[in-house]
């Protein structure tokens, strides 16, 4: 069975529980439906479901749902500022947009959030560049997290070069055709 098809059964369960019975659903599994709505962006949700996730944080305890809404609220705040990448926003746009996220952060008083600011305030001119130019070192950090994962389980191989080789194959396509440990 797939990671896919685990958690599409999964999904399944838990919509068969919550639609048991009116008000049957257990807490946790109403905590799983709205951790994976918080997950989500708001810009890919119909509108009637961030309404509904908002309703359902208004109704948690305060203590509890004002912090997750107001982390939620920066979060969006930040991905529509990263949505702007490729389309060669101006800079009142751009400066509107990472002022309402810092505005957001500064007003929430949760060091989590204020953290965030701060990282993104470090990062601001890598973030500005890719803004503009649309590009990012993804690639490159992905094949990195390969390698390091692939030294991880090949650790113990005594040739070296066989080790080089099953990092090559997992990293290249070209090199997955001609298996030389040179």
Known sequence: ???????????????????????????????????????????????????????????????????????????EDLLDLLATARTRPDREQVRDLLYRFYRRCADADLPELQRLATTVETWWPEILAFLHTGITNAGSEGTNRVIKTIARDAYGFRNPGNQRLRTRCATTRRARGHLDAR
């Open 1 to 75: 069975m797939t990671i896919a098809q685990r958690n599409n059964a999964r999904r399944k369960g838990m919509r068969e529980r919550t639609n048991a019975a009116p008000g049957a659903a257990t807490l946790h599994s109403r905590f799983l439906l709205l951790r994976n709505r918080l997950t989500r962006s708001a810009a890919r949700m119909r509108g009637e479901h961030v309404d509904a996730l908002l309703d359902e944080l208004s109704n948690l305890p305060r203590v509890i749902g004002a912090p997750i809404t107001v982390a939620w609220n920066a979060k």
